[in-house]
């Protein structure tokens, strides 16, 4: 593990005792004074927390299977898939039932173990599961159609049993099959933990420590479960909360994971760019630089070769510095604004275009903006530099209104906007904005420069 890892893993795993030590010191005050394991009669609460669970599972459900649509990893599917059977279980024999004001039978009872049991099951084997899927989509659908399934088969199963099952009412005795099942999910809230725990340790990955939290948590609850256990609608205990506030984390986890990857998706958009740009423009004058040197060398170059080759290397060092700091920026290492102010001190460092930059202090840019906003100001003054005939140029980033706006503004010669077709660079501009949800404008009048105008997202 490298440093950085390790000492984000030791922070973890101190936390983690913490934790485990607070619930804990928790449950052996609530196993040494038997009046506190207290359940109670709140029908409307029951419901209310049955919903939550639900709502939820389901959020936590397709935020796994949109990380899976992404990245395609088995983990994902599997996370995707227990959440998905929680959600269905808590819909069909939790909320659904009591709706019309009837309690939840023998067979719903049931139905609601075994569904729980087999939403841990899938949640626990996912930080074993290796590899990727090649078919995401189908992957998905299949996998949808097999939950579906499995809650039928599960009420079909509870139903066809009905008479043979016991009955769950509270305050009476446990049966024993309800004492194993709850003893099968503590055990695989366990293992959940184990196996995130170590997938953290291993790979680094936030969302690891975030469903080794919630497996905490949800162990906590399966063993309050275990002395109290909620057999009958309408009764809440202790552990119906930890449950929720484990669902929490895991909201809190999952979210967290999807925008990393959506960040991490456009840095590597971002390198693989300006990786084009290095072969479409560094790579060139090179070229152009060995070409010119091989004539030298051999005593064949024509008269100004020596002219074009210092030329071709003074563009090749520019190309390469902002090559440079557009990487610093797309990766976060450096500041945005500090950024950009770097990248107008190398294109202005040959006295041919001053450009004065604003950038409004209060203005806050998402990862991704950061990254296309950068771009499209660099793309933008190299259109000035090429095509305006400008001295002066203006950037402008802030707010007008409720509105985020980044202009760049020039006094060159400009153009007739309306009898030209768009060039590359701008509709590469566009794409660019397009892609972080804002709307590019153009404005140019002969003779009095050109007007560059981006609306970012709301």
Not at 76 to 97: I, K
Not at 348 to 357: C, I, K, M, S, Y
Request: proline share 3%.
């Amino acid at each position: 593990m490298r440093r950085d890892d390790r000492d984000a893993y030791q922070a973890w795993l101190v936390g983690e005792l913490l934790l485990i030590g607070l619930l804990g010191a928790a449950l052996a005050l609530f196993l040494a004074y038997p009046d506190l394991r207290n359940t109670y009669e709140l029908p409307a609460l029951r419901l209310t927390l049955d919903t939550g669970i639900m709502l939820a599972a389901t959020i936590v459900a397709v935020l796994a299977g949109i990380r899976f649509s992404v990245e395609g990893r088995r983990l994902d599917l599997l996370l995707c898939a227990g959440f998905s059977t929680a959600a269905a279980t808590s819909l069909c024999f939790s909320v659904a039932p009591v709706l019309g004001g009837d309690p939840v039978g023998t067979a719903e009872a049931w139905s609601a173990v075994d569904g729980r049991v087999l939403a841990l099951a899938l949640v626990a084997a996912a930080p074993w599961a290796r590899g990727r899927v090649a078919g995401r989509q189908w992957a998905l659908r299949i996998m949808l159609a097999l939950v579906v399934v499995a809650v039928a088969a599960i009420w079909l199963n509870a139903h066809a049993g009905g008479a043979r099952l016991p009955a769950l009412e509270q305050g009476s005795d446990l049966p024993a099959l309800l004492v194993i099942a709850l003893a099968v999910q503590g055990f695989l809230s366990l293992l959940a933990l184990s196996g995130f725990g170590w997938r953290y340790r291993a790979y680094g990955e936030d969302l690891d420590r975030w469903l080794a939290l919630a497996a905490t948590l949800m162990l906590s609850a399966d063993i309050h479960y275990i002395f109290t256990p909620v057999v009958a609608g309408g009764v809440v205990s202790q552990a119906d909360f930890l449950r929720l506030l484990a669902y929490g984390l895991l909201l809190a986890g999952v979210w967290r994971a999807i925008r990393f990857a959506e960040f991490g998706r456009a840095v590597a958009e971002e390198r693989a760019r300006v990786a084009r740009d290095i072969h479409d423009g560094l790579a060139q004058y090179l070229f152009t630089i060995s070409t010119h040197a091989a004539m030298i060398e051999r005593g064949t170059a024509p008269e100004g070769t020596v002219k074009r080759l210092k030329d071709a290397a003074a563009l090749a060092q520019q190309e390469a510095r902002f090559a440079i700091l557009a990487l610093s920026s797309a990766s976060g290492n450096a500041p945005f604004d500090a950024a950009l102010r770097r990248y107008l001190d190398v294109l202005t460092a040959d006295g041919e275009l001053a450009v004065e930059l604003d950038v409004d202090p209060g203005i806050q840019l998402a990862p991704d903006e950061q990254i296309e906003v950068f771009r499209i100001v660099q793309e933008g003054l190299a259109n000035v530099r090429k095509h305006a005939a400008a001295s002066t140029a203006e950037v402008w980033i802030g707010r007008f209104g409720t509105k985020r706006l980044v202009r760049i503004r020039d006094d060159g010669e400009g153009f007739d906007a309306g009898g030209h077709g768009a060039g590359q660079g701008l509709k590469n501009m566009k794409a660019r904005a397009a892609s972080i949800g804002g709307a590019l404008a153009l404005s140019s009048t002969p003779g009095r420069g050109t007007a560059l105008e981006v609306v970012l997202r709301a």
